[in-house]
């Protein structure tokens, strides 16, 4: 992000490391359909939640941000999992961004106690036509599901991928993969696709995007302190990104 940039996430910060895996994403308003407690049950549980964020560019190369506001709606209304990351582009060219990227996750609901993660980001620009955001991340949680006080460790693998294209000026649209390794044992993996559309020069600048995903494989998600009953099966997210020079 630019020098000085104050940004405003009510939508993904990117279709990547920062909206994929279990740190770092939620951004935006969002329906995720989960399969009930029979695989072939129908219809759908369906979740609601959002996640507003603030982040700011302290220098051309360094970004600071966080998710501030995790909200669930339904079922059971609660305050989710605050997070935190920073992100450095080490390597920075016309043509391709390569940076680390740091991610907390801290125990502002249960049953999850904190977590950790470490990330690759890259980013690689096709002139003014596309771009390409790609990353590894490795993260570490630590639970107590059952409330008898044992800490449960995972570790997970985060391989996430996106690709946009410019339409015209303002207008873009693209597609997202990933492979998300859950505790080093199963293996979800997720397409979708995303549009967005900007409004405004300089400052204040705004994206409206939207997204959706469906998942294949099954990664169980907690919920409520229990696990829920099936794994996720799609998932729709609208929101905005305001950019603001300071």
């Not at 990227?101 to 977590?115: E, I, N, V």
């Not at 390409?132 to 599901?145: H, K, M, P, T, Y």
């Not at 059952?146 to 693998?157: F, K, L, P, Q, R």
């Amino acid at each position: 992000m630019p020098s000085r940039t104050l940004r405003i996430d009510l939508a993904p910060p990117d279709y990547a490391l920062l909206d994929s895996g279990a740190i770092g994403e939620g951004y935006g308003f969002r329906f995720h359909g989960y399969d009930g407690n029979d695989p072939d049950d129908d219809p759908d549980e369906v979740v609601v939640t959002s996640g507003v964020g603030l982040a700011f560019g302290i220098t051309p190369a360094v970004e600071v941000g966080a998710k501030l506001l995790p909200i669930r709606f339904t079922p059971n209304p609660d305050y989710l999992d605050l997070e935190l990351y920073l992100r450095w582009a080490f390597v920075r060219t016309r043509a391709a961004d390569v940076g680390v990227q740091f991610g907390m996750q801290l125990p502002t609901d249960s049953p999850r106690l904190f977590g950790s993660s470490v990330g690759l980001p890259v980013r690689i620009r096709m002139g003014d036509v596309g771009r390409l955001d790609l990353g590894i991340e490795l993260e570490v949680l630590f639970w107590d599901a059952d409330g008898d006080g044992d800490v449960d460790v995972d570790g997970n693998v985060d391989l996430p991928m996106a690709l946009s294209f410019s339409v015209t000026e303002r207008f873009y649209l693209g597609g997202q993969f990933g492979l998300f390794i859950y505790d080093f044992d199963t293996v979800s993996v997720r397409g979708g696709g995303h549009v967005g559309f900007t409004v405004g020069r300089g400052s204040p600048l705004v994206d409206f995007t939207a997204s959706f995903n469906v998942f294949g494989a099954g990664r169980y998600t907690p919920r409520d302190g229990r696990w829920a009953g099936g794994p996720r099966r799609w998932e729709a997210v609208a929101g905005i990104r305001l950019h603001f020079g300071l």
